[in-house]
Every structure is written in C-alpha cells, then in structure tokens.
C-alpha cells in the first residue's frame, strides 16, 4: 500500500544517483530561497501581514506550544489519512487554502493554473479565490480530477456574487467558501510603505473582468478601458456581511457553504444554527487585523462550539506535516496550507508546489507512523496538549 511517507525513500534514492531534490523540504529554507526568488512588491504582499505582524507571527509559533505523546506497540505500519466531508473522500485532510495572489506568484502569470495543476498532481485540493489571474472556469478544468472549492469575496452588488458563484457551481466547485474577514483591507505596513496594492494594478481580476454581470457595471468594456474597471472593481468589492445575509447566500446555490474567518465559539455556534455547512477558523494568516490570539489557539473552543454538526476547516500559521497532525488532534476536519505553497509556486510553478505539498504529507505520515496512530481518529483519539 503506497503511503505519503514514501515520498522519502524518492528523496533518498534519488541521492543515491547523485540526484538532490530542487526544493527544500523545510519551511525556513522554502521561505528564504523563494523570498530571493520574487520581486519584492510580490514577496512583500505573500509574506506580509497586518500591523508589526505579532499575530501573523504568533500564529506559527503558537503550534510550538500544543504538543502530542507518542503511543507504542501499535502496528501502524497501514495509515489512512482520508477524510469525509461534503459528501467527498479526500485522501488527507490537507488542502490549498485561498491565496489571491498565486496568479503573479509564478513569473508567467499563471499560477492559478500552476496551483490547479499541483492540486490534480497530488490529489490536494485547492480552494480557490476569487482573486485570480485566470478565471474559475480554467482553474477548475486544470485541477482534473481532484475536487476543488470556491472562495468567495462577495461583491457589493448581488448580481455580480451570484454570477460568481453560478459560475462556480457550473465549473464544478464542490462547496462555496465565504470569507467573512475582507470587505475592507486591514493596515498591512509592507504594502503600504511602497503604495503597492496588486488589485490596483490590474492584476488577479479575471474572474470580475470575464464575468457578464460585472461587465454590465462597465460604460466600456474593460479592453477598451481597464482603469475605469479597477475603479469599478475597487468600489464594489467588499460586501459587509452580517447573519441577516445567510438565507440569500443559501438562495445563491446548492453546494455547501462554508463561513471562513470564524474564531470566536459564539460565531461558530451561529454559523451552524444559521445553516452554515461548514465552519473555517482562520484569522487570515494575520494578514486582516493584527492583535488577535494565535489561529490555533481559537480552534479548540471553535471547534467544542461545532460539536461535530458540521466540519471544521483551519488554516493560519500551518507550515509542516506536523501542523496539520496537531490541527486535526485538536479538531481541525480538514487543514488548509497558505503561504508555503505559494513559495513552493515562485521557486518551481506547479512542480514547486507539489513539492511543498508531498512534503508536507510526508512528514504528517511518517509522524503518524512512528507515533502509532494508523487513523486520523487515532490522531484524535491521542489529542494535543497545550503546554
Ligand atoms: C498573499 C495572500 C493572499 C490571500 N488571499 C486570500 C484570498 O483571496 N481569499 C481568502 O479567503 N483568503 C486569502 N488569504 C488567506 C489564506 O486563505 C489563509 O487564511 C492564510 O494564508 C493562512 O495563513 P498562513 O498562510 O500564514 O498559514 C490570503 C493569504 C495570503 C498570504
């Protein structure tokens, strides 16, 4: 039975024909080489954050702090890390958190579809943002077979959120992913110190500059006229959501909906009794407000919150396989990755990407294996300790 883990051996083997793997296995590695890798306004947007960035921070450091006691005489040499949600099986709980910028990540432009291809490579899903260089209908079409997720910003007008999410649904989105936490930028000190905000610039609109009901927003078309579509982009953009918008967001499709940027148990409570499909604790890598608790520290009262009604997604500060174990221990159904993938995206497009992404899977396997957990439900089981 081929597992994760196996990834190591290929590494290992590979050495021994003089081959060394283009990619570094460690995240501090990664995030160096694809730092000198990226233009700097672009490595300023990925790897910045909100404020002097201490939640950002905290958010990975905080993993530091919960740790998991190994069991032994347990034949895990068989693991299975596949998880159920939304009516899928996935083959582990890892997929492609939403990264609006990944389209300028790869120096041609593409790496929507570079993050498409990683996703139908190794079987992760990825969810997509509404903010992409190519439009949800390629995206998808380059995932193949691995289930992909929608993300939405929902825009001011309602036509326009609704073509997105029709368009969504029809390029085979599997679940509608609102994130709650963006109607306005939070005060990001990197990209403002060089009056550098992509949107502003053209890029990662796709998406609103091919949708019909954007265009209809439009006195001339945005070929013809692109300043006056970033205007009108910048101006409808950001929705204010509140819980009075849950039945139109149900109105708007059949797939599940699930309310991203939730970190207070309260939330998470009246997300589910709203009719909210899936939950998604994130604080947004840090990046929205500055000031907060570290995202993994707010899943456990989230997650308590839920009480197994719906799943729980969990992104913010994930960088290792061994993350994503403690995530799930703690709760997490499924653990998106951010910033690492898009690293692995600007040092090798879609194949950098997989790297990070087998990696990642690798080392939550391989943790598995030695820790005596063959399930995820043994994962669980065995919990995580905050010290
Ligand atoms: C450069 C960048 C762009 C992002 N764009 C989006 C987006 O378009 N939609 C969204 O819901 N979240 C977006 N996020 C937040 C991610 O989905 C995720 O919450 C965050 O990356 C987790 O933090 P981490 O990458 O530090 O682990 C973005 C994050 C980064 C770093």
Same mark, same amino acid.
């Given at each position: 039975m081929p597992h994760f883990g196996d990834y190591q051996n290929q590494i290992y083997f590979g050495g021994l024909s003089g081959i060394v793997p283009p990619y570094p296995a460690d995240f501090a590695t990664l995030e160096r080489r694809a730092a000198a890798a990226m233009p700097r306004s672009v490595l300023d947007y990925v790897q910045g954050g909100c404020g002097d960035e201490t939640t950002q921070d905290a958010n990975a450091a905080a993993f530091g702090h919960?740790?998991?006691?190994?069991?032994?005489?347990?034949? #895990?040499?068989?693991?299975? $890390?596949?998880?159920? +949600?939304?009516?899928?099986?996935?083959? !582990?709980? +890892?997929?492609? #958190?939403? &990264?609006?910028? %990944?389209? &300028?990540? %790869?120096?041609? @432009?593409?790496?929507?579809?570079a993050a498409a291809r990683a996703?139908?490579? =190794? @079987?992760?899903? $990825?969810?997509?943002? =509404? +903010? !992409?260089?190519?439009?949800? /209908?390629?995206? !998808?079409? #380059?995932?193949?077979? =691995?289930?992909?997720?929608f993300q939405l910003y929902t825009p001011r007008d309602p036509d326009v959120a609704a073509s997105l999410v029709a368009?969504? /649904?029809?390029?085979?989105?599997k679940a509608i992913v609102v994130t709650l936490d963006t109607w306005v930028t939070g005060w990001r000190p990197r990209d403002l110190n060089t009056a550098s905000f992509p949107q502003l610039r053209g890029h990662v609109l796709a998406n609103y500059l091919t949708d019909p009901a954007f265009r209809k927003l439009l006195a001339r078309p945005p070929e013809e006229d692109p300043a006056a579509a970033i205007r009108t982009w910048a101006a409808t953009f950001g929705r204010v959501l509140t819980w009075a918008d849950m039945p139109w967001l149900r109105s708007l499709t059949d797939l599940p909906i699930v309310l991203k940027g939730i970190c207070h148990p309260d939330d998470a409570r009246r997300a589910v009794d709203e009719g909210a499909d899936g939950v998604y604790c994130s604080n947004h890598g840090g990046r929205q407000a500055n000031g907060g608790i570290a995202a993994i520290d707010c899943l456990p009262a989230v997650v308590e919150a839920v009480a197994g009604r719906v799943p729980v997604l969990f992104d913010s500060g994930v960088r290792s396989? %061994?993350?994503?174990?403690?995530?799930? #221990? &703690?709760?997490? =159904?499924?653990?998106?990755?951010?910033?690492?993938?898009?690293?692995?995206?600007? $040092?090798?497009?879609?194949?950098g990407c997989a790297h990070v992404l087998r990696c990642i899977l690798a080392e939550a396997d391989l943790m598995m294996a030695v820790n005596g957990w063959p399930t995820l439900a043994a994962v669980r089981e065995a919990g995580a300790v905050r010290s």
């Open positions: 919960w740790g998991m006691v190994p069991r032994m005489m347990v034949d #895990a040499s068989a693991r299975d $890390l596949s998880v159920d +949600l939304f009516g899928m099986r996935w083959p !582990s709980p +890892l997929f492609m #958190a939403p &990264i609006g910028v %990944t389209g &300028i990540a %790869t120096q041609d @432009g593409h790496g929507d579809l996703a139908a490579a =190794t @079987g992760v899903p $990825l969810c997509a943002s =509404t +903010l !992409s260089n190519d439009p949800v /209908e390629d995206v !998808s079409a #380059a995932m193949g077979d =691995t289930p992909g997720l368009r969504a /649904e029809a390029a085979g989105a396989g %061994t993350d994503v174990v403690k995530a799930v #221990a &703690i709760g997490a =159904t499924a653990v998106g990755v951010g910033r690492p993938y898009v690293y692995g995206l600007a $040092l090798g497009g879609a194949d």
